[in-house]
């Protein structure tokens, strides 16, 4: 089995479960600083890490607050579609997995001193969030 199909069906093992998760392909930046701030967010919980990412100076935050949201809202959304129609407490999740892979590169060429060509690489990426609810924690009296 090659290794994009284990993780495809690690993710539907996942989202069987009740774990729900947002892909966004293709996005034009380079994978390398698209981790800087992903490695920022991951394991918090969805309201402190939006709230990170707002605050961000990096323009990858705003790709990534996207992909996010999206995920927030298949969660809704699932949790509305499965039995009971009950929604979920946003509060509760927090990013399970985050993780962002290098997609196909942009071959563009400069021209260069005496008639020459430059390779140049548009690098793309892929980010996946993957979200989980978190058992909530009973509050003791002292």
């Known amino acids: 089995m090659s290794e994009r199909s284990r993780i495809r069906a690690a993710r539907h093992a996942a989202e069987k479960k009740g774990v729900s998760s947002a892909i966004q392909r293709t996005t034009r930046q380079s994978p390398y600083k ?20 707002k605050f961000s100076k990096k323009h990858a935050a705003v790709q990534i607050a996207k992909v ?40 563009r060429f400069m021209p260069a001193a005496q008639g020459r060509a430059t ?7 892929h980010v996946e969030i993957i979200l989980d609810a978190r058992a909530e924690k009973k509050k003791g009296n002292r």
């Open 34 to 53: 698209m981790r800087l701030v992903i490695d920022q967010i991951r394991g918090k919980d969805v309201n402190e890490a939006l709230g990170l990412l």
């Open 68 to 107: 996010l949201n999206s995920a927030v809202a298949n969660a809704e959304f699932k949790s509305r579609e499965g039995k009971g129609n009950e929604s979920i407490d946003v509060d509760t999740l927090y990013i399970k997995h985050a993780i962002v892979n290098e997609g196909p590169a942009l071959r």
């Open 119 to 125: 390779p140049i690489r548009k690098r793309t990426s």
